[in-house]
């Protein structure tokens, strides 16, 4: 049985920082690459990120390229996403995906999403 669980959402200032969660059970995550996906009300899903399970690239769209990183520990079977200087526009439902092997179209594992909101 896959799971994925994210963690670490909540309501922080412009400026502020988070750190989002995915954590794993049932799969490895060593051997996939792992997306990490955004989507606000009335706006369809963009990808946000991803790491390759490969050689460790990493990806990241324009829109937050210099505040987010992400990051993984195999031993805790996790990924991250630390997001920094967080904007308005940052406001969404986030969630991880898992794909094998690297970083694509194909995620046959999702999350349920954790929300992040940034107002002040």
């Known amino acids: 049985q896959v799971q994925l669980v994210e963690s670490g959402g909540g309501l922080v200032q412009p400026g502020g920082s988070l750190r989002l969660s995915c954590a794993a059970s049932?799969?490895?995550?060593?051997?996939?690459?792992v997306g990490w996906f955004r989507q606000a009300p009335g706006k369809e899903r963009e990808g946000v990120s991803c790491?390759?399970?490969?050689?460790?690239?990493?990806y990241y769209a324009d829109s937050v390229k210099g505040r987010f990183t992400i990051s993984r520990d195999n031993a805790k079977n996790t990924v991250y996403l630390q997001m920094n200087s967080l904007k308005p526009e940052d406001t969404a439902v986030y969630y991880c995906?898992?794909?094998?092997?690297?970083?694509?179209?194909?995620?046959?594992?999702w999350g349920l999403g954790t929300q992040v909101t940034v107002s002040s």
């Open positions: 995906a898992a794909g094998l092997p690297k970083c694509g179209s194909y995620y046959p594992y």
């Open positions: 049932g799969v490895t995550l060593d051997y996939y690459a």
């Open positions: 790491i390759s399970s490969s050689d460790g690239t990493t």
